[in-house]
């Protein structure tokens, strides 16, 4: 599948990203003993709404830095399964635990609305990222250094209501972002926004994902989206994990390509089957 | 900088200053007529004094400081009336927005109090405060109460759930989330309410005044009434439409100042 990628000319902006991502990562796993990510497990989770049961069992191991895409018809338990992850909602049976300790800076989420306080300016919506640490001498320092990574350092001044949709979302994922999480997930972060803007901020994902080396779980429903993004891919359907695919595909993922192309309709086909088949 | 920005910036001093203008053209134009008629003659004296005449009688009530010591009871009675009814229905507010047990409590209470006209308690308050101030005081505080006791709880429970949840998520103390999410969430609506009682504060108080006062601006219009000086009350209405409007515009600067983040205030 890795031999693939080479027809076509990736433009330049591409092959820059993926040294930078390449090395990047590669000086993570060098320096620390592991990568800054932390491994997630989940064993036997349950969880019901009343009396219909939206997770029967899910049992999963992320190792740490892994990007998982998890996929599925509307109301499959996805979006349960992530806010369980991100400790949102009580659990009813099983475990979800992220080997060891953790601070609640550590696990992050991005939603899909970028649910900024309006009344703040940009750089103090990202210091609210901070948690325990907003009060601190350094706060609105580090809160700049994640709007540069973000490309919006410009706009620190601004009130939320007189940005696009997508930078916004820059926003919240600078906010995500401030307090370096080790485990980072989104709920459609890129749902809402228009077809070009979410390419870039696909690309703006990948690069912060392969600086910082977190661990991030993907909750969407676009599967080209899942496709490009992730290491690996979960097929929910009736809450349980139905597929669990492996995107063996080199970065940079080229959009459009032959193999991403194939990888994709064969998920869309899992998931039309289980639909035809009631 | 692009060019139309520039020239945007070269017109930019000179429009504000018009547009500061344009809503006094319509009084000047009202007032204008009515001292046209009245000089004519098409309008009598006894029934509308010109406008001259009334601005002579203010001048007179003014040099004998009998209208600056009026005012100035009228204006106290109001915003202290504002300050104890608007801080107790600003407290009921936040109580039961935030709290479900305080709100069981009193909110079934306090709307079937709402809807007994406050005005038909002035024999009630005459019998128990006598015609001091603290009658007056009582009316208006109860008058201004309720508009800023239902747009405070109206405000805290519209405040948008997704975040109070971020907020949440983002590790905020219940003190943390209210003074940065739900405060802020709620004051819009807090606004409206203010507004509304400055409307209800002026016509409590004008009724009490004219009631049972010894003075004041309500109690100065009744005076002059029964010595038939009707350039006086025709001050004296003048004199409400101009602190009616001041009250109107200090809350409007107070709302631009503290909701500047707001896109209904932003410049363009």
Redesign the interface.
């Known amino acids: 599948m890795q031999e693939a990628l080479h027809f076509g000319l990736p433009d330049a902006e591409a092959v820059g990203r993926v040294d930078y991502i390449e090395q990047a990562r590669r000086l993570r796993r060098a320096s620390s003993a592991s990568s800054h990510g932390l491994p997630l497990t989940i064993r036997a989770l349950r969880k019901s709404f009343g009396d219909n049961e939206v997770l029967r069992g899910i049992d999963l191991h992320v190792p740490a830095g892994q990007f998982v895409a998890i996929v599925g018809r509307s109301g499959c338990g996805k979006s349960t399964l992530l806010r369980l992850i991100a400790g949102l909602e009580s659990i009813d049976a099983g475990t979800v635990s992220f080997g060891g300790e953790t601070q609640p800076e550590d696990i992050r989420v991005m939603f899909q609305e970028p649910r900024l306080l309006p009344w703040a300016r940009v750089i103090s919506n990202v210091e609210v990222g901070l948690g325990r640490d907003r009060a601190s001498v350094g706060a609105s320092a580090r809160a700049e250094k994640a709007l540069i990574e973000v490309g919006l350092r410009d706009k620190r001044v601004e009130w939320p209501a007189v940005l696009s949709g997508g930078q916004k979302q820059r926003v919240a994922l600078a906010r995500a972002l401030v307090s370096d999480p080790r485990v980072l997930a989104f709920d459609e972060p890129l749902g809402a926004l228009d077809a070009l803007t979410r390419i870039s901020m696909q690309r703006l994902l990948e690069r912060v994902w392969g600086e910082q080396a977190f661990t991030a779980i993907l909750v969407t429903h676009d599967v080209s989206e899942a496709v490009t993004l992730a290491d690996r891919i979960l097929v929910i359907e009736d809450g349980r994990i139905a597929h669990d695919v492996t995107v063996d595909i080199r970065r940079p993922r080229e959009r459009g390509s032959a193999d991403l192309a194939a990888l994709e309709g064969s998920i869309l086909r899992h998931l039309l089957n289980t639909a035809d088949s009631p | 900088m692009s060019l139309t920005e520039s020239i945007a910036r070269l017109r930019g001093p000179r429009l504000p200053r018009a547009d500061g203008l344009i809503p006094w053209i319509v009084p000047a134009a009202i007032v204008l007529i009515w001292q046209v008629a009245c000089a004519t003659g098409f309008v009598p004296a006894r029934v509308l004094p010109a406008p001259s005449d009334v601005a002579l009688a203010g001048w007179k009530l003014l040099l004998s400081g009998e209208l600056a010591r009026n005012i100035w009871v009228s204006f106290w009675r109001a915003s202290a009336g504002l300050l104890v009814g608007g801080g107790i229905g600003f407290a009921f507010g936040l109580a039961n927005g935030l709290s479900q047990l305080s709100s069981k409590l009193t909110d079934t209470t306090l709307q079937m109090v709402r809807n007994i006209p406050h005005l038909a308690l002035i024999p009630l308050v005459i019998l128990w405060f006598g015609i001091d101030e603290s009658a007056k005081l009582f009316l208006v505080a109860l008058g201004v109460f309720f508009p800023i006791y239902l747009n405070t709880l109206h405000g805290i429970r519209t405040v948008d759930p ?2 109070i ?3 949440r ?4 103390s219940d003190r943390e989330l209210f003074r ?2 739900i405060f ?2 709620a ?1 819009p609506s807090i606004f409206v309410g203010l507004r509304f009682a400055l409307g209800i504060m002026w016509l409590t108080l004008i009724v009490a005044e004219a009631i049972a006062a010894s003075s004041g601006l309500g109690y100065m219009a009744m005076q002059a009434r029964e010595f038939m000086q009707i350039d006086v009350v025709v001050l004296s209405i003048l004199i409400y439409a101009l602190l009616g409007k001041l009250a109107d515009s200090a809350s409007r600067a107070l709302e631009r100042l503290t ?5 209904a205030f ?1 410049k363009h």
């Open positions: 997704q975040l949840e971020m907020g998520i983002y590790g905020m940065r999410v802020p969430g004051l909701l500047s983040w707001h896109p932003q």
